[in-house]
Nanobody, 113 residues
Framework: VQLQASGGGLVQAGGSLRLSCAAS????????VGWYRQAPQKQRELVAA???????DYADSVKARFTISRDNAKNTLYLQMNSLKPEDTAVYYC????????WGQGTLVTVSS
């Protein structure tokens, strides 16, 4: 199952975006999936994860601002991002958690101050 992120763009600080991650097959076949991001000059990090039974986990930097969800019927993963900050600027990826070796193209989120 391949995962492909979309929905990024340019937004002002304090704004919102919703990212989507489309699976090429059944996303329910993947027990846990997550959203990752990589900012310039920084390592890729896990920002949010969700298991097949709906348990979620977030990086401290995005808690109370980001919400991860999955729709197994639509084979889609979402990341609702609110109260965006310039430091949220990064390329966002979706992948299994822990991640598989292959990464999709990612979607760029740019937050202007």
């Amino acid at each position: 199952v391949q995962l492909q992120a979309s929905g990024g763009g340019l937004v002002q600080a304090g704004g919102s975006l919703r990212l989507s991650c489309a699976a090429s097959g059944s996303i329910s076949s993947i027990y846990a999936v997550g959203w990752y991001r990589q900012a310039p000059q920084k390592q890729r990090e896990l920002v949010a994860a969700i298991s097949s039974d709906g348990r979620t986990d977030y990086a401290d930097s995005v808690k109370a601002r980001f919400t991860i969800s999955r729709d197994n019927a639509k084979n889609t993963l979402y990341l609702q991002m609110n109260s965006l900050k310039p430091e949220d600027t990064a390329v966002y990826y979706c992948n299994a958690n822990p991640p598989r070796r292959s990464w999709g193209q990612g979607t760029l989120v740019t937050v202007s101050s």
